[in-house]
C-alpha cells in the first residue's frame, strides 16, 4: 500500500533571516509529516511563520539572506539537497503552489492560455497545440464558465475568483502530489470564497493530492481541512484533527483565538481576547513564546521550550500545562 | 423634549441640536459616479457607477453597520460622508444642517464633527512624526497651543490603551498593527467628534488583536456618546458591533434594518446568500454547495432592473424589467429592495413573509 509512506516529512526546521542590523527568527524547529491525499491547515496570524515554512517546501526563499536548517522531504527527494534541474522539476511538477493575490503570479502581458500551455509544454516536452488543449481541460476542471473563450483573456480581463480558478488550473497543469495554498481565498468575496473553496475540496477528492493550506480564518479551516496545525511565532503549538482541535483546543493559544474570533457572540457582552500581542521575532523570549500573553503560564513555561506532548492519539500540543500528557520521543 | 434627562444624552454637548430624536446624519439620494476616460482626447468612455441613489439615516448614540462585498462603493460612501470626495447628487444633513450648502453646516465644521478611521493603519499616518504628534496636529491646525494639544494627545494616547511615556514619542515603523491603529483612533478622537466612521478599521489586524480593538471601540463609544459607521466586509464582526445593518450591492442599498432581525431573517435574497456564505466553524457541517454562483459584476455597466439578478435564485421576468424600491427608511424599520417584498409587484413569490431557504 502506498498510504504508509509519508509525501512530506519536515524535521526541526528553522529559517533565519538574517541583515546587518538584526536576525530575524522567523521559523524556530517545525516538524510534521503529511501522508498522500491529506489536507492541513496551517493557521496562524501574520508573522507566525506560516507562509515562510510554505516557501521554504519550495525552497523560494532568497538564497543569501535566509539560513535554513533542519530537513524537508517531498516525495522520497531531499529538498535541501536539489540541484537546479531537480527543483525545476519539483516546482510545478511535484509541487505547485497558489497565492493570494493571482494578479501578481500571472504574467500581466500574456493570454493566460498560453501561459498554462507554456508550463505544461515545459514540463510534459509536448507542442505548444498539445499544451492548449491540456489548458482547456484544466479549464473545464475548475468550472470557468465559456472556457473556451476565458483561454484569450489577459489575467486583468478576468474577475477575481475567474483569476483564481485560472490559477487553481495553471497550479494543477501537471498533477502535482502537493499544492500548497498559501491564503488562496482571503482576498475574495464572501459569496466567491465559499465557491473557490468548495471547488478546492472537490479537486483534492478527485485527484487525490495533498493540500497544505495556509490561513488565518478559523472558518476557512473548518470548511477545507482534515488537520490543522496552529503556528505561533515560529512553531507548531499544536496539531491535531480539525475536529479535536476547533471544539476541544489542548493550547491555551489555540483556545483564545478560537474565543477572540468574532463569531456570534452575545452583542451586549465583551468579546474575549488574547492580551497583547505576538512576540518580537528578532528577540524572541525564552522558554514558551506565548507565556507572556498566556493566563495560565507560570515561572516553569519561561525556562525551556516546552516538548511536544500528546495526551491522546493523534494529538499533539507544545505546552506544559496540557493535563495528562506524556511526553513525546517523536513529533506526530 | 427633555432629552437633558436621558442617561445617553448628556446635556454638556452643546453641538446637539435637535435632540436625541432628530437623527444625526441623513443622507438622501447620494450619487457618485466616476468617469473613465480614455484614448489621447480623454473622452468619457463609461461611468463607473460607485454610489448610485443611497439613502439612510444614522440615529444619534447607534451605530450603523455597513456591508457588501468589494466594488459595492461601501468606501466610496465613507469618502462622501467626510466629503473627501465630492457627491454628483444627493443632500446630506448633519444635525439638522445641510453639509456644504449656504446656510447649513460647512465641511470645515462638519470634519470637527465627524471623524473617519482608515483601514490601512501605517499610510494614513505621517511616518517622520512621532504619533503623539499625529495625534495633537489636528487640535493645533484649529487653533489649540501646542502644549494644550500635546497634553490632550497624551491624555487620548491613555484612553485608547497606549502609555504615552512610553508610545507617545515613537515613530509609527516602532509600533504593531494594532498599535498604530490605536493611535489612528485617539487621532480620530482629538478633535473631539459625535460621530466616527470606520472604515475597515480592524479589517487588517490579526483576529487576537481584533478583538481588543473592538472590544476598546464599544467602550470609547459609551464614554463619549458617539455614534459610529462602520463598514467592512466581516458578517460576524457587523453583527457584534452593530445596532442596525445594511446592506450594499453594486452602489445600491438592498437591504437596512435592526441587526438581530436582519441576521436571524434576511429580507434580501444577496443578504440570504451573504450570510449563508461564510464558512460553517464546524467541520461537521460543511457547506456542499456555494448559495450563489459567479462574482459580483462589474460596476461600470450593471445590469438592468434588480442589480442582483443575474445571480438571484429566485429571478423572474420583473426582476430584470424594473428595479425594485427599497421604501422610505423611517426610524428602525426592516427594508429590503426586492420584488417579493412588494406585494404587487407581479414576483410569483411576493408577499411571502419568509425567503426560501437557498439549496
Redo the contacts between chains.
Keep these: 500500500m502506498t498510504m504508509s509512506v509519508p509525501l512530506v516529512e519536515v524535521e526541526d526546521l528553522s529559517v533565519n533571516f538574517v541583515t546587518r542590523e538584526s536576525d530575524v527568527r522567523a521559523v524556530n524547529g517545525v516538524n510534521f509529516t503529511m501522508m498522500p491525499g491529506e489536507v492541513m491547515c496551517m493557521l496562524g496570524e501574520s508573522g507566525s511563520g506560516k507562509s515562510v515554512t510554505m516557501r521554504a517546501l519550495m525552497r523560494l526563499l532568497p538564497p543569501k539572506r535566509s539560513v535554513i536548517r533542519g530537513r524537508i522531504r517531498i516525495a522520497g527527494q531531499d529538498v535541501q539537497a536539489m540541484g537546479d534541474a531537480a527543483l525545476r522539476r519539483m516546482r510545478g511538477g511535484t509541487v505547485s503552489m497558489i497565492f493570494q493575490e493571482p494578479m501578481t503570479a500571472f504574467d500581466p502581458v500574456v493570454r493566460v492560455g498560453d501561459q498554462i500551455a507554456e508550463v505544461v509544454a515545459q514540463h510534459r516536452g509536448v507542442s505548444r497545440r498539445e499544451g492548449r488543449r491540456r489548458a482547456l481541460d484544466l479549464f473545464e476542471l475548475v468550472r470557468i464558465p465559456s472556457p473556451e473563450r476565458r483561454l484569450d483573456a489577459y489575467p486583468h480581463e478576468l474577475s477575481g475568483g475567474l483569476r483564481q480558478r485560472a490559477m487553481i488550473a495553471l497550479a494543477l497543469s501537471c498533477e502535482p502530489k502537493l499544492l500548497l495554498a498559501d491564503e488562496p481565498t482571503t482576498a475574495l468575496d464572501a459569496t466567491v470564497q465559499i465557491q473557490v473553496l468548495i471547488l478546492l475540496r472537490k479537486l483534492q477528492q478527485e485527484l487525490g493530492m495533498s493540500v497544505i493550506f495556509v490561513t488565518h480564518d478559523l472558518g476557512v479551516a473548518a470548511e477545507i481541512a482534515d488537520r490543522v496545525a496552529i503556528m505561533y511565532a515560529g512553531r507548531v503549538v499544536e496539531t491535531g484533527s480539525v475536529r479535536d482541535v476547533l471544539k476541544a483546543p489542548l493550547h491555551p493559544y489555540t483556545s483564545g483565538l478560537l474565543a477572540s474570533t468574532v463569531h456570534d457572540q452575545p452583542r451586549d457582552r465583551e468579546l474575549e481576547t488574547i492580551p497583547g500581542a505576538p512576540p518580537d521575532m528578532r528577540n524572541l523570549p525564552p522558554g514558551c513564546s506565548f507565556a507572556p500573553r498566556c493566563p495560565q503560564a507560570a515561572g516553569d513555561c519561561q525556562l525551556a521550550v516546552p516538548p511536544p506532548v500528546s495526551p491522546s492519539p493523534g494529538r499533539v500540543a507544545r505546552c506544559l500545562r496540557v493535563a495528562g500528557a506524556q511526553p513525546l520521543m517523536e513529533f506526530a | 423634549m427633555s432629552f437633558a434627562t436621558s442617561p445617553i444624552w448628556p446635556p454638556a454637548d452643546p453641538r446637539d441640536r435637535g435632540g436625541p430624536q432628530q437623527p444625526l446624519l441623513m443622507v438622501r439620494g447620494l450619487q457618485k459616479h466616476f468617469a473613465i476616460r480614455n484614448g489621447v482626447l480623454g473622452r468619457v468612455a463609461a461611468h463607473v457607477r460607485a454610489v448610485d441613489g443611497v439613502s439612510f439615516t444614522v440615529h444619534k448614540g447607534e451605530t450603523l453597520g455597513i456591508v457588501g462585498?468589494?466594488g459595492c462603493g461601501k468606501s466610496t460612501l465613507a469618502r462622501l460622508l467626510m466629503r473627501l470626495i465630492v457627491p454628483d447628487a444627493g443632500e446630506q444633513i448633519f444635525d439638522g444642517d445641510a453639509v456644504g450648502v449656504q446656510g447649513g453646516i460647512s465641511v470645515k465644521d462638519l470634519r470637527r464633527q465627524a471623524q473617519m478611521v482608515f483601514q490601512d493603519s501605517s499610510s494614513s499616518l505621517n511616518p517622520r512624526m512621532p504619533v503623539q504628534g499625529s495625534v495633537a496636529f489636528g487640535p493645533m491646525a484649529f487653533g489649540m497651543p501646542k502644549a494644550d494639544a500635546t497634553a490632550l494627545a497624551r491624555e487620548l494616547l491613555t484612553k485608547v490603551g497606549l502609555n504615552p511615556a512610553l508610545f507617545g514619542g515613537r515613530y509609527p515603523h516602532e509600533l504593531?498593527?494594532?498599535?498604530k491603529q490605536r493611535v489612528n483612533i485617539a487621532r480620530a478622537l482629538a478633535l473631539k467628534p459625535r460621530m466616527v466612521i470606520l472604515d475597515e478599521a480592524v479589517s487588517a489586524l490579526?483576529?487576537?488583536?481584533?478583538?481588543?480593538v473592538?472590544?476598546l471601540l464599544?467602550v470609547l463609544k459609551r464614554e463619549l456618546s458617539l455614534t459610529y459607521v462602520f463598514i467592512s466586509?466581516?458578517?460576524?464582526?457587523v453583527?457584534?458591533?452593530s445596532d442596525r445593518v445594511m446592506v450594499m450591492y453594486l452602489g445600491e442599498v438592498v437591504e437596512i434594518g435592526p441587526?438581530?432581525a436582519l441576521y436571524a431573517a434576511p429580507k434580501h435574497p444577496y443578504t440570504q446568500?451573504?450570510l449563508a456564505?461564510?464558512?460553517?466553524?464546524?467541520?461537521?457541517r460543511?457547506?456542499?454547495?456555494?448559495?450563489?454562483?459567479?462574482?459580483?459584476p462589474?460596476p461600470v455597466n450593471p445590469p438592468p432592473g434588480c442589480r442582483f439578478h443575474t445571480?438571484c435564485p429566485h429571478a423572474e421576468r420583473v426582476c430584470s424589467a424594473r428595479a425594485p424600491v427599497l421604501g422610505d427608511a423611517a426610524a428602525g424599520a426592516h427594508l429590503a429592495a426586492c420584488h417579493i417584498q412588494n406585494p404587487a409587484s407581479g414576483h410569483s413569490l411576493a408577499g411571502r413573509p419568509v425567503l426560501p431557504a437557498l439549496h
Design positions: 462585498e468589494s504593531s498593527g494594532g498599535q490579526d483576529k487576537s488583536v481584533e478583538a481588543q473592538l472590544n464599544q466586509h466581516d458578517l460576524g464582526v453583527r457584534w458591533i441587526a438581530d446568500a451573504l456564505s461564510r464558512p460553517s466553524m464546524d467541520p461537521d460543511r457547506r456542499e454547495e456555494a448559495p450563489v454562483s459567479g462574482d459580483p462589474n445571480r
